[in-house]
Protein backbone atom coordinates (compact mmCIF):
# COMPACT_ATOMS: atom_id res chain seq x y z
CA UNK A 1 0.00 0.00 0.00
CA UNK A 2 1.59 3.33 -0.75
CA UNK A 3 0.14 6.88 0.59
CA UNK A 4 -0.57 9.34 -1.64
CA UNK A 5 1.97 12.78 -1.60
CA UNK A 6 -0.98 15.03 -0.85
CA UNK A 7 -2.09 12.69 1.86
CA UNK A 8 1.48 13.11 3.31
CA UNK A 9 1.59 16.77 2.82
CA UNK A 10 -2.03 18.49 3.32
CA UNK A 11 -4.08 15.57 5.57
CA UNK A 12 -1.11 13.95 7.73
CA UNK A 13 -0.33 16.88 9.72
CA UNK A 14 -3.74 17.55 11.09
CA UNK A 15 -4.48 14.00 11.65
CA UNK A 16 -1.22 13.98 14.13
CA UNK A 17 -2.13 17.19 15.60
CA UNK A 18 -5.52 15.74 16.49
CA UNK A 19 -3.90 12.65 17.83
CA UNK A 20 -1.32 14.75 19.54
CA UNK A 21 -4.27 16.88 21.08
CA UNK A 22 -6.22 13.13 22.36
CA UNK A 23 -3.18 11.90 23.83
CA UNK A 24 -1.98 15.05 25.84
CA UNK A 25 -5.88 15.51 26.84
CA UNK A 26 -5.37 11.65 28.30
CA UNK A 27 -3.14 12.59 30.72
CA UNK A 28 -4.65 12.15 34.25
CA UNK A 29 -4.96 15.46 35.98
CA UNK A 30 -1.96 14.43 39.33
CA UNK A 31 0.47 13.69 35.79
CA UNK A 32 -0.37 16.68 34.21
CA UNK A 33 1.67 20.56 33.84
CA UNK A 34 0.47 22.66 36.77
CA UNK A 35 -0.42 25.98 34.48
CA UNK A 36 -1.27 29.72 36.04
CA UNK A 37 -5.22 30.14 35.93
CA UNK A 38 -5.82 32.11 32.54
CA UNK A 39 -2.71 31.22 30.82
CA UNK A 40 -4.39 27.33 29.93
CA UNK A 41 -6.99 29.12 27.71
CA UNK A 42 -3.44 31.30 25.59
CA UNK A 43 -2.33 27.27 25.18
CA UNK A 44 -6.09 25.94 24.23
CA UNK A 45 -5.94 29.21 21.74
CA UNK A 46 -2.80 28.55 20.50
CA UNK A 47 -3.85 24.85 19.85
CA UNK A 48 -6.74 25.13 18.19
CA UNK A 49 -5.80 27.98 15.48
CA UNK A 50 -3.16 25.69 14.28
CA UNK A 51 -5.93 22.76 14.15
CA UNK A 52 -8.14 24.99 12.27
CA UNK A 53 -5.02 26.04 10.17
CA UNK A 54 -4.11 22.54 9.68
CA UNK A 55 -7.78 20.75 8.70
CA UNK A 56 -8.15 23.86 6.60
CA UNK A 57 -5.60 23.26 4.65
CA UNK A 58 -6.32 19.47 4.52
CA UNK A 59 -10.37 20.58 3.42
CA UNK A 60 -8.77 22.62 0.86
CA UNK A 61 -6.11 21.05 -0.86
CA UNK A 62 -8.20 17.62 -1.28
CA UNK A 63 -10.31 17.31 -4.48
CA UNK A 64 -12.80 14.39 -3.46
CA UNK A 65 -14.95 16.43 -2.73
CA UNK A 66 -15.28 19.49 -4.05
CA UNK A 67 -18.20 20.47 -1.66
CA UNK A 68 -15.96 20.41 1.09
CA UNK A 69 -13.26 22.28 -1.01
CA UNK A 70 -15.37 25.06 -1.71
CA UNK A 71 -16.49 25.44 1.68
CA UNK A 72 -13.46 24.56 3.63
CA UNK A 73 -13.21 27.68 5.85
CA UNK A 74 -16.53 26.83 7.05
CA UNK A 75 -15.60 23.31 7.54
CA UNK A 76 -13.01 23.61 9.49
CA UNK A 77 -14.13 26.16 12.01
CA UNK A 78 -17.17 23.58 12.63
CA UNK A 79 -14.64 20.74 12.70
CA UNK A 80 -12.11 22.33 15.75
CA UNK A 81 -15.39 23.59 17.71
CA UNK A 82 -17.23 20.03 17.82
CA UNK A 83 -13.34 18.35 18.49
CA UNK A 84 -12.71 21.28 21.20
CA UNK A 85 -16.29 20.05 22.75
CA UNK A 86 -15.61 16.12 22.09
CA UNK A 87 -12.23 16.61 23.47
CA UNK A 88 -13.47 18.32 26.91
CA UNK A 89 -16.06 15.56 26.85
CA UNK A 90 -13.32 13.07 26.68
CA UNK A 91 -12.04 14.44 29.84
CA UNK A 92 -14.54 13.18 32.22
CA UNK A 93 -13.18 9.91 31.62
CA UNK A 94 -9.60 11.23 32.05
CA UNK A 95 -8.54 10.53 36.20
CA UNK A 96 -8.10 14.33 37.45
CA UNK A 97 -9.09 16.05 34.30
CA UNK A 98 -12.46 17.36 34.15
CA UNK A 99 -14.14 19.35 31.49
CA UNK A 100 -14.47 23.18 30.74
CA UNK A 101 -17.05 24.80 29.32
CA UNK A 102 -14.60 27.92 28.71
CA UNK A 103 -11.59 25.69 27.48
CA UNK A 104 -14.26 25.09 24.41
CA UNK A 105 -14.96 28.91 24.23
CA UNK A 106 -10.83 29.56 23.97
CA UNK A 107 -11.05 26.56 21.46
CA UNK A 108 -14.16 28.32 19.24
CA UNK A 109 -12.37 31.49 19.91
CA UNK A 110 -9.31 30.63 18.24
CA UNK A 111 -10.68 28.50 15.62
CA UNK A 112 -12.50 32.03 14.93
CA UNK A 113 -9.44 33.86 14.42
CA UNK A 114 -8.12 31.83 12.44
CA UNK A 115 -10.56 31.63 9.82
CA UNK A 116 -10.61 35.05 10.02
CA UNK A 117 -6.68 35.48 9.68
CA UNK A 118 -7.05 33.39 6.10
CA UNK A 119 -9.33 35.35 4.81
CA UNK A 120 -7.48 38.08 4.91
CA UNK A 121 -4.66 36.37 3.27
CA UNK A 122 -6.64 34.43 0.80
CA UNK A 123 -7.91 38.27 0.05
CA UNK A 124 -4.72 39.55 -0.45
CA UNK A 125 -3.23 37.00 -2.27
CA UNK A 126 -6.00 37.32 -4.61
CA UNK A 127 -5.43 41.04 -5.18
CA UNK A 128 -1.81 40.39 -5.65
CA UNK A 129 -2.50 37.62 -8.52
CA UNK A 130 -4.80 39.84 -10.12
CA UNK A 131 -1.95 42.31 -10.46
Excluded: N
Excluded at 33 to 52: A, E, S, T
Excluded at 73 to 83: E, K, M, N, Q
Excluded at 106 to 126: E, F, P, Q, S, Y
Amino acid sequence: MTVSRPFLKYHLPAVVWCASIFVLSAIPGAAAIRIPPGVDKIIHGIIYFVLCLLVWRAFYYQSGYPTLQKRALLSAFLFTVIYGGLDEFHQIYVPGRTPDIMDVVADGTAALLCVLVLMWWLRKRKRVSEE
